[in-house]
């Protein structure tokens, strides 16, 4: 009795085919205000971050960036975060990412992020048992409250 309603949507990888989907307007979204969800490489910076970004706003999607976080080489450069955060790019946080799962350097960072009111969304990344050990951990962190009571979260509106 249970009424539940079920979207498909994704998290792309930002790349040429990426870029070829954007172009044909064929991307799995979410919410009313087409929220599609993309993730860069833990290795590299993208160089063509900023030309999809753009792109997929003149599409009419609103780009979410994935676990911004994770993505070590903008650590020592915090400008990059505020750069995105300031062309209304929404940035979605990893929950586990503060328990330190993924490295202090992750975890202050995310803290960081929180602090300066520039999180949107949080996400569970979860992909095995283990990650939601790691969530029940993560329920009694400071910033992770701080940020579900701080009424930013676009989450509950989806």
Not at 11 to 27: N, P, S, T, V
Request: net charge negative.
């Amino acid at each position: 009795g249970l009424e539940i309603e079920i979207e498909a949507a994704a998290e792309y990888f930002c790349d040429e085919h990426f870029e070829e989907l954007i172009e044909k307007r064929d991307l799995l979204s979410f919410g009313d205000n087409k929220y599609v969800l993309l993730e860069i490489s833990f290795m590299d910076e993208n160089v063509n971050l900023q030309r999809a970004l753009f792109n997929l706003r003149l599409a009419g999607y609103r780009p979410v960036l994935a676990h911004p976080e994770r993505y070590e080489y903008w650590h020592s450069n915090f400008e990059k975060y505020e750069k995105y955060y300031d062309q209304e790019i929404i940035l979605q946080l990893n929950i586990n990412s503060l328990t330190g799962h993924y490295g202090p350097g992750v975890k202050r960072i995310s803290e960081r992020l929180i602090d300066k009111r520039m999180i949107q969304f949080l996400g569970s990344d979860c992909h095995h048992h283990g990650h939601l050990t790691l969530m029940d951990t993560a329920r009694k962190n400071h910033h992770l409250k701080k940020l579900i009571e701080s009424g930013i979260l676009l989450n509950s509106t989806i």
